[in-house]
């Protein structure tokens, strides 16, 4: 019975970290209609300068227990770069998917190179700080504290996403924009500002992710390019632009890695794309293609 629990929590915080990385892709290509690539460079920023800022901080006297806040700030802060970012697309908006991809592509590679310039080569981790919280027994399995804070976080992050998109009149404007560009327009409404907003929060949500999963691996410089593909099958098994389609596709993508590694590691990609291929067949669309962010 440890060895099931054990799995099915390994499984939902792999689930966890996916979900933040593929509700910032969909988010985006909800709204703006842009499949942005570069969400795995975004995530291994939010890796990389979450190790850095909380080692930092952990330096200067702040109480180890506070180091989980100091993750969050860390994905936060680097929302700043969300408008930067956005000013490169902009000309891409109206263009074809193919020139969408190779640009966010070539992002991908310039933010690998900064990331390479600034941080190096040599992994960087926060040690063992995350059994700071301990751990606790769930029926035989033993599961860190800081992996049960991960989830929860990024289920009340699911949540708030949720409420902001139904209950809002912000979100209200997001889903008309995401349907009728033009007439969102029409009423007067800045879509050029609301571009930058909706981009810049597809980039925190990314950095938390990568900030997030840091103490309990190590960062890599190809970290973010790995992680392309993961958040890429989400996506599709879930239905592009699809919040609930994100969150299921995490579900499914979390625990079919978890599983491979616990298995047999070397089909892990192998069995993430036969799942993507099988809902492809029977739903080319997605599970929950064609519903908006």
């Known amino acids: 019975m440890g060895d099931v629990v054990s799995i099915l929590m390994s499984g939902l915080f792999s689930a966890a970290i996916l979900f933040l990385v593929a509700a910032g892709l969909q988010l985006v290509f909800g709204v703006m209609k842009i499949f942005n690539l570069a969400v795995g460079s975004f995530y291994a920023l939010g890796a990389f300068f979450g190790a850095t800022l909380v080692n930092w901080a952990v330096g200067e006297g702040l109480p180890q ?8 700030i860390a994905g936060i ?39 390479m310039m600034i941080w190096g080569s040599q992994p960087r981790s926060t040690g063992s700080l995350y059994l700071i919280y301990g751990t606790v027994n769930l029926l035989g399995a033993t599961v860190p ?21 139904s209950r809002t009149a912000f979100g209200r404007v997001l889903r ?30 990314s950095t ?31 239905g592009l632009g699809s919040m609930r389609g994100a969150l299921v596709g995490a579900l499914v993508v979390g625990y079919v890695t978890t599983l491979s590694i616990n ?31």
Not at 65 to 72: A, E, Q, S, T
Not at 212 to 237: C, D, K, W, Y
């Open 176 to 205: 008309a924009a995401a349907d009728k560009r033009e007439m969102v327009q029409s009423l007067g409404v800045n879509t050029r500002r609301l571009y930058v907003i909706v981009f810049s929060l597809g980039v925190v949500l």
């Open 263 to 293: 298995y047999y590691p070397p089909i892990e990609m192998l069995v993430i794309y036969l799942v993507v291929i099988v809902v492809l067949v029977i739903k080319p669309r997605g599970l929950f293609g064609g519903e908006t962010a």
């Open 208 to 238: 938390i992710g990568g900030a997030l999963v840091i103490p309990v691996t190590a960062t890599m410089s190809e970290m973010g390019v790995e992680l392309i593909v993961e958040a890429f099958a989400v996506v599709v098994i879930g």
């Open 65 to 72: 227990p506070l180091f989980f806040f100091g993750l969050l």
């Open 145 to 165: 504290v800081y992996n049960l804070l991960v989830i929860a976080a990024a289920g009340t992050i699911a949540v708030g996403i949720g409420l902001l998109l």
């Open 77 to 115: 802060l680097l929302g700043v770069i969300g408008p930067v970012i956005e000013r490169l697309l902009r000309p891409i908006y109206d263009r074809d998917e193919a020139f969408q991809l190779l640009l966010t592509f070539a992002i991908v590679l310039m933010l690998e190179d900064i990331t």
